[in-house]
């Protein structure tokens, strides 16, 4: 019923052009996590604060910065954010790779799919994670980088922008 109502008072989502705000895009986003649209499964993100656990490299001040960045880019880019439209731009000069969770109820799935079909571009991929919604690469941290090495490293070693294979510190 709570949630009934609060979508109810924020439709129609996202809403002409001009109207979304960050209350409205909250709004949305507290019962798409709920219900797992999110994050697959889960109805909250807690899960993501694990992280700092698999480094020592990261803190809980790190943690919350990444927060608050989140929180400084949608502020001053929602708005030029939502003058973008690239339904009819299919051609791009440089590869794409889409990585997409087929649980993504914050970004259309279908419409992603739709829109990837009629791409051109010197070479191009979409990937599926099936156990992800929104946050596929913290859902699935290894099969993402698993496409990250097989797909997209193999671009960037041809344009030569990639670190060495050779783990053997250089003669000086």
Known sequence: MEAEQELVAIAPYPGNPGTL???RIQAQRKWLMYYGGLTYGRSDFSYDSYARLLSPDYTRKDLAMVDDGGLYSLEHLLEPFMALNYESVTTFKC???LFEGRHDYAV???????WFDHLHAPEKKLVWLGNSAHMAMQEEPGRFLYYLITDLRPLAAKVGDVAPDDTTPPKM
Do not use: M, Q, R
């Open 95 to 97: 590869p794409i790779f």
């Open 21 to 23: 705000t960050f209350a």
């Open 108 to 114: 259309s799935h279908t419409l992603v799919a739709e």
